[in-house]
């Protein structure tokens, strides 16, 4: 926060906001309707963090996914693309390089790790196609590279089908309603939404990865948005004891504030 055209220079008022810092944190930007104010982004500059998503370990979900897709959604002309010509892998050589570069430019931001990725394998278990020690040794490039500059979220667990927690298998019926980019087609409770989310974060904490939020795959929630923030808080608690979980679903775009929100108050009096 700083002056603008005020009698005080803006060094001068630096100094005085060391005191009044804690203020506007417990009083919020309220506490500052004096026109000469006015709130800043720290360091006068814009945060900016890098958001990805569908990444894991080694398994490259576009090719295992897409024909997941396609048999779910046939009408859908996005999901007709020749998926068989890309490749299978994404190489912990390629994650290495990002990471390290992100790390020498102070980039920072959410990776997601999907962790039964497209039905593939469990990375707590096997992956399929990779030896034990490829995948140990990819997880391990994601505890020592990733976690220190970047929020790991599970995606849900496969990004693909919807699992029955019940068997640990995909539903039989191959449809929008058994699509995690399309879960739940009907109204689900708290907890069955926290049950659903928990089972992806525990298989992260059983690879040593830690959690404080969710990345929603798609659409995953959008006919639940009032209980979604109940259900992450509950879930993200419940496996990792996090004081205050978050989750990634909406997108802002233009001129819309980018500021995080406090989902799970919003819809307190309704649910
Ligand atoms: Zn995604």
Not at 111 to 119: E, G, K, M, T
Request: proline fraction near 7%; glycine fraction near 8%.
């Amino acid at each position: 926060m700083l002056l603008d055209q005020n009698p005080f220079s803006r060094r001068q008022f630096l100094g005085a906001c060391a005191l009044g810092a804690g203020m506007v944190a417990s009083r919020g930007m309220g506490a500052f309707a004096d026109p000469f104010l006015k709130i800043l982004m720290p360091r006068d500059r814009v945060p900016l963090s890098f958001i990805i998503d569908d990444s894991t370990c080694l398994v490259n979900m576009g090719h295992y996914a897409y024909p997941q897709f396609a048999t779910a959604w046939p009408d859908r002309a996005e999901y007709k693309k020749d998926w068989t010509k890309w490749p299978r892998e994404i190489p912990d050589v390629f994650v290495r390089e990002f990471g390290e570069w992100c790390g020498e430019n102070g980039v920072k931001g959410k990776y997601s790790i999907v962790p039964n990725p497209a039905c593939v394998g469990w990375l707590d278990r096997e992956l399929p196609g990779w030896s034990h020690r490829q995948l140990e040794e990819s997880l391990k490039l994601v505890r020592e590279l990733m976690v220190p500059n970047w929020d790991i979220h599970p995606e849900m667990i496969t990004h693909t089908r919807v699992i029955d927690l019940k068997t640990g298998r995909p539903f039989g019926d191959i449809n929008a309603g058994t699509m995690e980019n399309s879960y739940p087609q009907e109204d689900k409770s708290v907890d069955e939404l926290a049950n659903y989310l928990a089972y992806a974060l525990r298989i992260l904490k059983n690879c040593e990865l830690p959690c404080e939020g969710i990345t929603t795959p798609g659409g995953f929630g959008n006919r639940v948005k009032t209980k979604l923030p109940q259900a992450v808080f509950e879930a993200v608690r419940d496996v990792y004891g996090t004081d205050l979980p978050h989750f990634f679903k909406y997108v802002s775009d233009g001129d819309e504030s980018a500021e995080p929100t406090l989902e799970r108050w919003k819809h307190d009096s309704t649910d």
